[in-house]
């Protein structure tokens, strides 16, 4: 079992910067891919990221590809997400998951967190 705990939601103006924060515990070691996805109303669950947590290699959406930037820090074992010049587009609840490898669709990710709003005014 591997618990995810996201934080550093909230409000923010267009062109404007959060971070978001997702801590792992538990039986960690069974995941080594990391990813944050995102769900806005109405629509379905769209992956946003991913790393590997022993290499560092990531992968991005195109829609967020220059503006976000995902990092780990395994001696925390907490992954981040920076997000910058966000758009209105970019409101959501964004999720942050777990599995044993990297991949842009939610079904190999075993964990997920409880998510994390993050609404950007236009």
């Known amino acids: 079992q591997v618990d995810l705990v996201e934080s550093g939601g909230g409000l923010v103006q267009a062109g404007g910067s959060l971070s978001l924060s997702c801590a792992a515990s538990?039986?960690?070691?069974?995941?080594?891919?990391m990813a944050w996805f995102r769900q806005a109303p109405g629509k379905e669950r769209e992956f946003v990221a991913a790393i590997v947590w022993s290499s560092g290699n990531t992968i991005y959406a195109d829609s967020v590809k220059g503006r976000f930037t995902i990092s780990r820090d395994n001696a925390k074992n907490t992954v981040y997400l920076q997000m910058n010049s966000l758009k209105p587009e970019d409101t959501a609840v964004y999720y942050c998951a777990a599995g044993p490898l990297i991949a842009t669709n939610p079904h190999p990710y075993d964990y997920w967190g409880q998510g994390t709003q993050v609404t950007v005014s236009s």
């Open positions: 538990g039986r960690t070691s069974s995941s080594n891919a």
